[in-house]
């Protein structure tokens, strides 16, 4: 760092100074120091460096303020000299180890299209798999810095691929299932129009009667999708409305009932249990719920509904089946969309494979908590815990 240029006038202005001093009649000796400590000020002011140092001039400087700017950043960033990696943040330390300090960048990442990108000495991006684990996505980016250091950027692209793969899936499923009562539709008609005169009465009604199962089949896995599709969008939005559910419940579970099934319903509520909720969904939580008991317990055997207090800020509700129960391996899987234990069994009963899809989503909503619990030849227990609404006005 080169020393500033001395003041001259600053000096001009000490010697005028000194002789108005003098010309007062002031002891020489005094204006003599007066003058001596002026100047020696002048030079200090002028030997002293720039509070503010360049980039360029300096890499230490460089090097400890690029530390700190990236040290507490989610994503993580790595920076080479000479492809020797000199900084790396917290984050780079928890993806690729803190060992990587010191390293050449190469053998820390041993990934290579990232080699090849760092071979180049340029700047660019490469995608990479099983950077940390086997089925991560990281897209590094490369940026070059004067002084032959070089900034390295991780960027996470595995949630966004997994988005994009669920979405790929769903649309596929969704088109399956669309697809297979209307080719059932479409075959049906088709028979019935090829010898309409001649045709047995009883045939044809049976066959209407197979079309007609078929297009409620399609209505309600339409209406499941756009009910899952508009529950999705919300899903962030906290219920305004206040409501009673211990009633909404019971009317929601007889709904589903219906007809001959209602003196199956054994309902129960131990009170009155006041939340902040959405109508609409939580009645077709309640619904799809008790549809399920009914679809797989037991014929012959009661779908019994409890409503009770958990706690002081919560509720429990539990809709137990007495059916033939379902096997462990298949329970951390059935809030999936068209997941199915037995296809078969689920469209001949009529099933979407959405309904609990839909329960799933309507609690976290609703802030709240869903367990499912099942034993072979014993039956299932759906059990979901929502907030009062106590709880919800203290926080």
Known sequence: ?????????????????????????????????????????????????????????????????????????????????????????????????????????RMALRQPEAIRLLERNAEGGAVVRGLARRTDIWRINRKTLPGELAVIEFVNKTAEADIAR???????????????????????????????????????????????????????????????SRIEAEKHDLPEHTLEFAKLAERAAHDAAGGNRSKWLDFEATGEFTIRGDQQQLEQLVRNLVDNGF??????????????????????????????????????????????????????SGGTGLGLAIVKHIVERHRGRLDIDSTLGEGTRVTVTLPLEREEAET
Request: charged share 25%; hydrophobic share 40%.
């Open 295 to 348: 679809k797989y317990g037991s014929p012959s055997q009661p779908v019994t509904v409890r409503l009770h207090p958990k706690g002081q800020n919560r509720l429990r509700m539990t809709v137990t089946d007495r059916g033939d129960g379902i096997a462990p391996e298949h329970i951390p899987h059935l809030t999936r969309r068209f997941y199915r234990t037995d296809p078969g069994r689920s469209r001949a």
């Open 166 to 228: 669920a979405h790929t899936d769903f649309v596929a499923n969704a088109s399956h299932e669309l697809r297979t009562p209307l080719a059932a539709i479409i075959g049906y008609v088709e028979t019935l129009r090829e010898d309409v005169e001649n045709l047995d009465p009883k045939m044809a009604d049976k066959f209407l009667g197979t079309i007609q199962r078929e297009a409620k089949r399609l209505q309600d896995l339409v209406s499941d999708l756009m009910s899952l």
């Open 1 to 105: 760092m080169s020393k500033r240029s001395f003041p001259w006038s600053g000096f001009v202005l000490a010697v005028a100074a000194c002789t108005i001093l003098a010309t007062l009649e002031i002891d020489l000796v005094y204006v003599g120091l007066v003058l001596i400590v002026w100047i020696g000020s002048l030079y200090l002011v002028a030997a002293r460096p720039p509070e503010v140092k360049e980039v360029s001039s300096g890499r230490a400087f460089t090097r400890d303020n690029m530390a700190d700017l990236f040290e507490h950043s989610e994503t993580p960033v790595v920076i080479t000299e000479r492809d020797r990696v000199v900084i790396a943040n917290l984050s780079a330390r928890k993806l690729l180890g803190g060992h990587i300090v010191g390293q050449d960048v």
